[in-house]
Nanobody
């Protein structure tokens, strides 16, 4: 029943902006800890950002450039990406974790129970 569907990925020039979305069903984003992860070819999946009732957390590499948010009415989580760099190129995944396991935004993938299929973000130089 739980489904996370990402959208909004695409090709953008370095320095540009892009917003990716995660539409959720079967899970209420306001009651779960939601996270964004990314994976580039040949590299390990890495933490990008997360949001819970206690606040937000960001990877050092994206602080000041990316912003995670949610629209409870639409049951959707967003990741606004500004000042994009070629190294941001990756498949971006949305994930959900039970709040009892991650009351504070968690950076570890194993904490998350549900995952979306991902959306490709490519930043050209």
């Amino acid at each position: 029943q739980v489904q996370l569907v990402e959208s909004g990925g695409g090709l953008v020039q370095a320095g540009g902006s892009l917003r990716v979305s995660c539409a959720a069903s079967g899970v209420t984003v306001s009651s779960w800890t939601m996270g964004w992860f990314r994976q580039a070819p040949g590299k390990e999946r890495e933490f990008v950002a997360a949001i819970s009732w206690r606040g937000t957390k960001y990877a050092d590499s994206v602080k000041g450039r990316f912003t995670i948010s949610r629209d409870n009415a639409k049951n959707t989580v967003y990741l606004q990406m500004n000042s994009l760099k070629p190294e941001d190129t990756a498949v971006y995944y949305c994930a959900a974790a039970r709040a009892v396991l991650a009351p504070t935004p968690a950076p570890t993938p194993h904490t998350y129970t549900y995952w979306g299929q991902g959306t490709q973000v490519t930043v050209s130089s």
